[in-house]
């Protein structure tokens, strides 16, 4: 299975951008889809996931024929500044645990400038 994001870049604090992460290998419909961000000097930690897509700001959705998943961001700011990575798993108890998923993209970076 491989997980290949793409979005990232750099936006004004207020400004919105959106992540997406494809997979391939297997079946997308198999997986609980998350993100997560390590932010500059910081430890990785959970942004969002597809069992609760609406966390704030930010918004995951699929796109099942694409086997992509989306994480919309919006009102960003400068601490959202960080590397996102997105994640697959398969019997998912609690989404925002980093061990609960087997698959990792490689990252993609944003930088939200104020």
């Known amino acids: 299975v491989q997980l290949q994001a793409s979005g990232g870049g750099l936006v004004q604090a207020g400004g919105s951008l959106r992540l997406s992460c494809a997979v391939s290998?297997?079946?997308?419909?198999?997986?609980?889809m998350a993100w997560f961000r390590r932010a500059p000097g910081k430890e990785r930690e959970f942004v969002a996931s597809?069992?609760?897509?609406?966390q704030g700001r930010f918004t995951v959705s699929r796109d099942i024929p694409k086997s992509t998943v989306y994480l919309q961001m919006n009102s960003l700011k400068p601490e959202d500044t960080a590397v996102y990575y997105c994640?697959?798993?398969?019997?998912?108890?609690?989404?925002?645990?980093?061990?609960?998923?087997?698959?990792w993209g490689q990252g993609t970076e944003v930088t939200v400038s104020s």
């Open positions: 597809d069992t609760n897509s609406a």
């Open positions: 994640a697959a798993g398969r019997w998912v108890m609690d989404p925002s645990q980093e061990s609960a998923y087997y698959y």
């Open positions: 290998g297997d079946t997308f419909s198999d997986f609980v």
